[in-house]
């Protein structure tokens, strides 16, 4: 196919791009070619692209309709390539925060967020009994807790009732793919008895939380959403993050859906059904946290774990109305949970409030496993959420094209978050231009599509693909034909954008942009049994 090579950008070096509000560089918008796929077709699709004869045209045309043989496999890049993104720790001088002891126990870390909240007022139960619906917080487990108004052994059996009403309805919210009544039980008994001693272990104590079946969590199975995965690779114990919660003594209460291996934004799961919205159960509640998101949507969970490769537990959060916090790399051990993404995804949280998702980021964060890979350990700060003291001089970075690139009832409600954000604390605005967006979108397709193909090339010697959900294999076909040299592309445009962000932080102390582009979609029949390829709404999300 070398007379049909496309030709490739030259990229100009990074000192030379004007970042500026007036920059010339020109704002590329997402624009993808491939159609929705779902019931036959995608059963189609996967056979052209696994077919000796087609595949290799199939997937040519593919990379080159998709900008990819332009932007990264014949593109000229100067810059040396990033594998990991590690990065010397640089000790900034923050406003109102408060330096932790990084040898502190998860459940010290959890007293010393507790310490950092608000005071918020007593209520009890009967406050909340005629009131609309209302998601209980952390910080209202334990106050419940411990002035004996309820018991984590009632919550976990309000809960079980709860996950099985949800099942058993027409529409299943579709929340576990794995949960253990009797295990949910013994934890929250064991809590139980630790209250009545007046001996809890944290604020976590007796306090629900609900884990991605993409980490590690005894005794349960880690399928990653699919049907053998966990046959190849056994779960052998608790993830590193898992542990540091049961450690401060958090129900585990099973493992939730997730889009299977992560492969695409919509969460959808041919094998254990899709996780629904449940604001509205007939669309999406986005992926790959799917069931993670709709858990604590739900109310049913504070807080749930996700990972978080390229908005998996962003995107999720987004759409179905909750926090969703992705740590900086590094800052969480990655140890147990399935390497399928190891350079960008993380371990992140989903949490009903802010502070719910600070508290549980104190549990997990901390110094990681002697064989990860790290620069010298960070320092950690806690922000101090209770202070009274303003926060000043904070410089908002807006790319317009960027920001307005969006459905208008997110672009409003966005902009008018931005403004009272500005008139309330006298905070600023700056515009800037962030270059070279859809060149960064598909670098970090290329990089997690070869990382995951990576992982999974033992297994799919001895599988093959006929364990896949029909979506799944589509794109474990397409991350396959990613090359070497298109690798180290993506890595090179990965140092390249580290830089140009770099620059712009030098400006501003926050980039400011919409999560996603558009609010939950529709959930279609022909995508229950084969899960769907969506690439034109997930490019939006």
């Not at 929705?36 to 077709?41: I, K």
């Not at 952390?138 to 052994?153: C, F, K, V």
């Not at 009632?154 to 299943?172: G, M, N, T, W």
């Not at 202070?387 to 672009?411: H, M, Q, V």
Request: proline content about 6%; hydrophobic content about 40%; charged content about 20%.
């Amino acid at each position: 196919m070398g007379l049909l090579r496309a030709a490739g950008v030259v990229y100009k070096p990074v000192e030379q791009l004007d970042l500026g509000p007036d920059s010339n560089e020109i704002y590329v918008e997402a624009d993808i070619k491939a159609p929705r796929m779902g019931g036959l077709l995608a059963k189609i699709f996967a056979w052209i692209l696994e077919s000796r004869i087609f595949g290799a045209l199939a997937f040519y045309i593919l990379k080159r309709l998709n900008r990819v043989h332009k932007f990264i496999s014949n593109a000229t890049v100067e810059e040396p390539p990033m594998f990991v993104p590690l990065h010397p720790y640089v000790d900034l001088d923050e406003q109102e925060v408060i330096e932790i002891d990084s040898d502190a126990s998860p459940a010290e870390r959890v007293q010393q967020a507790m310490n950092c909240l608000p005071l918020t007022s007593e209520n009890s139960l009967d406050a909340f009994k005629f009131s609309c619906f209302r998601r209980w917080t952390i910080a209202d487990y334990s106050r419940a807790y411990r002035n004996g108004e309820i018991t984590p052994l009632k919550v976990a059996e309000r809960f079980i009732y709860a996950v099985h009403e949800s099942s058993s309805r027409p529409l299943s919210i579709a929340f576990f793919i794995n949960y253990d009544a009797e295990d949910i039980l013994r934890q929250a008994t064991e809590s139980t008895l630790r209250y009545e001693r007046g001996a809890p272990i944290s604020a976590l104590d007796g306090v629900p939380i609900a884990v991605k079946d993409e980490i590690d969590c005894s005794p349960y199975p880690t399928t990653g959403g699919t049907k053998w995965l966990h046959k190849v690779r056994p779960c052998t114990g608790d993830a590193c993050c898992v542990a540091r919660l049961r450690s401060c003594g958090a129900i585990l209460v099973g493992k939730t859906n997730m889009h299977e291996l992560g492969a695409t934004p919509s969460g959808i799961n041919p094998h254990y059904g899709p996780p629904r919205n449940p604001y509205d159960p007939s669309r999406i509640s986005g992926g790959s946290s799917s069931g993670s998101a709709a858990v604590v949507c739900a109310g049913l969970c504070p807080a749930a774990l996700g990972v978080d490769g390229g908005g998996s537990v962003r995107m999720p959060a987004s759409l179905s109305g909750v926090v969703g916090f992705k740590p900086t790399f590094g800052r969480i051990p990655h140890s147990g949970v399935l390497p399928l993404n190891w350079t960008v995804g993380m371990v992140g949280v989903l949490a009903g409030t802010l502070e719910d998702a600070f508290i549980v980021y104190a549990a997990i964060s901390g110094h990681l496993p002697s064989h990860e890979p790290t620069t010298l350990p960070p320092k950690i700060h806690f922000p101090l959420l209770n202070s009274t003291n303003p926060i000043s001089n904070i410089k908002l970075a807006i790319y317009g094209e960027w920001f307005n690139d969006c459905n208008e009832e997110i672009r409003l409600c966005c902009s008018n978050a931005v403004q009272l954000l500005c008139e309330r604390y006298n905070w600023k605005t700056v515009e800037v231009t962030i270059p070279e967006l859809e060149v960064m979108r598909l670098a970090h397709y290329v990089t997690i599509g070869s990382e995951c193909s990576t992982a999974l090339s033992s297994h799919l010697e001895n599988l093959g693909r006929s364990e896949f959900g029909w979506d799944a294999r589509v794109v474990v076909d397409i991350y396959g034909a990613f090359n070497s040299n298109e690798y180290i592309k993506a890595q090179k445009l990965r140092y390249r954008h580290m830089q140009i962000h770099n620059k712009i932080f030098a400006k501003a102390d926050v980039i400011v942009t919409p999560t996603t582009g558009m609010t939950a979609y529709s959930i279609s029949k022909n995508a229950l049994k084969t899960g769907e390829l969506d690439y034109v709404n997930g490019g939006w999300l």
